[in-house]
């Protein structure tokens, strides 16, 4: 199967840009802006995320500014709505991150529903995510595993769609893998797995399935040691990607020899 996202040199194609990294990585949770550019440059991330209503790039000019750490001119900066659970509010803050960020149109949409699973408000983001597409941004969208809704927000005219594997934060890893491949199966935009992934093997497993992408943060910044996992992390998105594009082996109920026995000699 070819996705729409795989090209010739097999780059990852977003809103008409070109990226060779399939990790994205989230900013926060790190214990200084330096551990966050340290883990960041371990994971060879180009797309960062970050959230507006938390983060200080340039709000508060007394405070650190995350875009001293990870200047616009090296990393593909991300503004997300998390935090927000209407749509109203999520629109309000797209618009103040385009402000801030000189007319920045790509953003990443998600209006939560509940503060205890953070689960998406899918009726609130599919509001959200038609005003702004309206209004002229580049939406990746955080959502449910719903195949149904997935397509919906692609009609929308969402440039990405961002199913969870599992709870943010929850490193519970994938949990819903055959949702998650009627959604890769079926897209033309490309599909990012945010949400659920605790360690390597989850990164693998999301790539493997054809995903085109995995964004985390928790899972590396929560980690004993962030820029290892980080690194590691690099290392399982490329090894998953890799096995996709070769195409595993059927999965069969009886051995099949590695060396057969048909036409031995003797």
Not at 99 to 105: A, I, K, T
Not at 148 to 166: H, S, T, Y
Not at 197 to 219: F, K, P, Q, Y
């Amino acid at each position: 199967m070819t996705h729409p996202a795989q090209t010739s040199d097999d780059s990852l194609i977003i809103a008409g840009k070109t990226f060779h990294s399939r990790l994205l990585t989230g900013t926060g949770k790190y214990k200084d802006f330096d551990e966050t550019r340290r883990a960041t440059d371990a994971a060879g991330a180009q797309i960062v995320t970050l959230a507006i209503r938390r983060v200080n790039i340039g709000q508060d000019a007394g405070q650190p500014n995350l875009l001293d750490a990870l200047p616009p001119d090296r990393f593909t900066l991300l503004p997300n709505t998390a935090g927000c659970y209407t749509a109203d509010d999520a629109v309000r803050t797209c618009r103040l991150a385009r402000e801030l960020l000189d007319g920045h149109s790509l953003v990443k949409l998600e209006v939560l529903g509940d503060e205890r699973t953070l689960y998406p408000d899918v009726v609130q983001t599919l509001a959200a995510a038609e005003k702004l597409v309206a209004d002229g941004f580049d939406v990746m969208v955080y959502t449910s595993d719903d195949p149904i809704l997935a397509r919906r927000l692609e009609e929308i005219g969402c440039v990405a769609i961002m199913p969870l594997a599992a709870p943010i934060g929850s490193g519970l890893g994938i949990q819903n893998r055959y949702n998650l491949l009627e959604i890769v199966e079926n897209a033309k935009v490309p599909v990012i797995v945010d949400a659920g992934v605790g360690t390597a093997s989850d990164a693998a497993i999301a790539m493997e399935l054809g995903c085109d992408g995995v964004l985390m943060n928790t899972a590396i910044a929560g980690a004993k040691d962030p820029v290892l996992m980080a690194h590691a992390m690099k290392l399982a998105v490329e090894a998953g990607r890799a096995a996709f594009r070769a195409g595993r082996i059927p999965r069969k109920r009886f051995a099949s020899a590695s060396s057969p026995i048909d036409g031995l000699v003797g």
